[in-house]
């Protein structure tokens, strides 16, 4: 089974609103990162968090970390058309030598 | 700067044909992985290496699947013989690091097995 997932599995909103991800994992981890994808493209790295961080920004993202619940968010500030993608969290899980990625939640700005 | 270079960027074979993609790195990046991206199953690592060495290839689904990094600026992914099953987008990603750094993805392959 996955070791992120994300939620919702896909999640339409108006330009200019806020956009909320979320992402549950199994095990301990050592970070987290989430990355973005446009369609027909690779994936484009946004965030890394190390499991000591709560919180981290960039420009219009923010990112939570619960290590407790084992959760992190992504939240996007003032959505933009440019938004639309989808957008998938990455895990390494403790003792194991990669990262494994969540399904993705399918997220569309309509202007 | 060059990012990761895939190719073909599409490919449309037959099945049973021999199938090879290709992925040159971020210079100076010494860990390179290969994904399949399908809608059933998601992102799964096939492979990676780190300094031209396979570390991890549990992901690769059957013999029919190879991979190589003969050196630090080329890897192939080889299907031989091919299937209708193995219809999906392939990524290279590679970081200068290994899970604690950012991967940066290639555009992929998108490879149809008819």
């Known amino acids: 089974s996955q070791q992120g997932e994300e939620d919702p599995q896909a999640l339409s909103i108006q330009e200019g609103e806020n956009a909320t991800m979320n992402c549950s994992y199994k095990t301990s981890i050592n970070n987290l990162q989430w990355y973005r994808q446009n369609s027909g493209r690779g994936l484009v790295h946004l965030i890394l968090i190390r499991s000591n961080e709560r919180e981290k920004h960039s420009g219009r993202l923010r990112v939570t970390l619960d290590t407790s619940k084992k959760s992190s968010s992504l939240l996007i500030t003032a959505s933009r058309a440019a938004d639309t993608a989808s957008y998938f969290c990455?895990?390494?899980?403790?003792?194991?030598?990669?990262?494994?990625f969540g399904q993705g939640t399918r997220l569309t700005i309509n202007p | 700067d060059a990012g990761v270079i895939q190719s073909p960027r599409h490919e449309v074979t037959e099945m049973g044909q021999e199938v090879t993609l290709r992925c040159k790195p971020i210079s100076g990046h010494n860990s390179l992985f290969w994904y399949r991206q399908t809608m059933m199953r998601g992102l799964e690592l096939l492979i990676y290496?780190?300094?031209?060495?396979?570390?991890?290839d549990s992901g690769m689904p059957e013999d029919r699947f190879s991979a190589k990094m003969p050196n630090a600026s080329f890897s192939t992914l080889k299907i031989q013989p091919s299937e209708p099953r193995d219809s999906a987008v392939y990524f290279c990603a590679t970081t200068a690091g290994l899970l604690d750094q950012p991967q940066h993805f290639g555009d992929g392959t998108r490879l149809s097995i008819l």
């Open positions: 990455a895990t390494d899980k403790e003792g194991a030598q990669k990262l494994v």
């Open positions: 290496f780190n300094n031209n060495v396979p570390i991890d």
